[in-house]
């Protein structure tokens, strides 16, 4: 219509400024008029997919901070010289491998007096029991009050008591890692007073990472134990983790957010404590219709998709149900098998005439 509307604005342009040389002239002006005047129609080349019946991803997303799974503090449990500092930061040590030491001589001059010590309480002992007709290599024999009163009155406990916190003192000048894992924080330096330091350094297992991140208590249905979430660390471009929910903590904070936490596998050891990263929770609602997002615009304040049919595209209103990174979930005006238009679909009409690139 909007063609010949224009030919005919263009045809009386010619009669009223073409003079009056014979109807020839005049037809020969109308053909050309009608020539200049025509344009070829525009068949718009589009991507179409089909409404799919499957099941519905859905996702709810989060920030999330990165903690290794174990974390042991080294503390200095002895207070001397630091004469030796063995490891660096990032190391990877063994549980019981030796980290470094204090000066000891301090502590091995105390457990040689506490000995000294318990070696003396011991003939105490002795002479005690023989005063009560008992002798100490046959203690079986001894009745336990006795060999109670025996032992309280020679000062026999409190010596082991003393021997043993001078053994543990002497033993606790050498530093070892508690745990197998990656040397952090390491404080240390050597020729340094012990006391000048909060601790020795820490131990990170990063074989495995906890995920701590929070859900508005209105998104807790979405979140249950066992459940998969993925992570996309800021720090690491394109990579994606997946891991499990392993607890839900039962309270919901003042900002009424509830705190999940989730186990992540860390073979690479590409994670690290204290990154943070994007959180991804899915649960799949099964037997939906399904379209990708790009299939869906906004017309006259309602969701229109185009309907691929018979080279044209159809105007369709549709209601959603769920939405996730990528697809929708199609609740009315859709049917399974139909391809709806995802490409090139912005400034389409109603029936207007299109194609499909069917070399995708």
Known sequence: MKNLFLFWVVLAFYACTTPNTGDASGAEAAEEAARLSYVEPTITKVGVMPVKRAAFELEIVSNGRLEAQRKAVVPFLVQEHINAVMVKEGEKVTAGQTLGSVESFTYQKRLDEANNSYQQTLIDLEDRLLGYGYDLSDTAKI??????????RSGYNG???????????LAQTTIRAPISGVVTNLEARVNNPSNAYKNFCEILDVNTMHLVFYLLETELSGAKVGQTVELSPFAIKDETFKGTVCSINPTVNDKGMVRITATVPNSSHLLMDGMNARVLLKRSLPNCLIIPKEAVLYRQNRQVVFVYKDGKAIWTYVETSHENSTHVAVSDGLEEGMEVI?????????ESEVTVNREQ
Do not use: G, Q, T
């Open 159 to 169: 010596a082991v008591i003393s021997l043993e916190e001078a053994k543990r003192n």
């Open 143 to 152: 009745p336990d009050n006795i060999m109670k009163m025996a032992h309280i």
């Open 342 to 350: 995802v490409e090139n679909n912005l400034n389409l009409a109603h």
